[in-house]
């Protein structure tokens, strides 16, 4: 098992890449490896209830279901304010 942080500071003007970094977290996850996901800047608006719930990458996929999969599967979601 390795260790994956995945650093993201995207916020609403770019929700599609936010919300592919969060795929690629929980892809990492899925494969049995540790992660933890820090947001800073802009991205700490993901970590407020609700913000995440319209959130999309040009793909599709949906990026509240990506954050409710890595919480309930024992992965880390840090946000810094500062």
């Known amino acids: 098992m390795e260790k994956f942080l995945f650093i993201i500071s995207k916020g609403f003007e770019k ?3 936010a919300t592919r970094a969060f795929q690629f977290a929980k ?4 494969k049995g490896h540790q992660v933890k ?4 800047d802009d991205a700490v608006a993901w970590a407020q209830f609700g913000m995440a ?6 793909t599709g996929e949906e990026m509240k279901p990506l954050i409710d ?3 309930k ?4 979601i840090i946000a810094c304010k500062a």
């Open 37 to 40: 996901v820090f947001l800073l």
């Open 69 to 71: 999969y890595l919480l």
């Open 27 to 30: 892809l990492a996850r899925e």
């Open 15 to 17: 929700a599609g890449a």
């Open 73 to 76: 599967n024992d992965s880390e």
């Open 53 to 58: 719930e319209s959130a999309k990458a040009l």
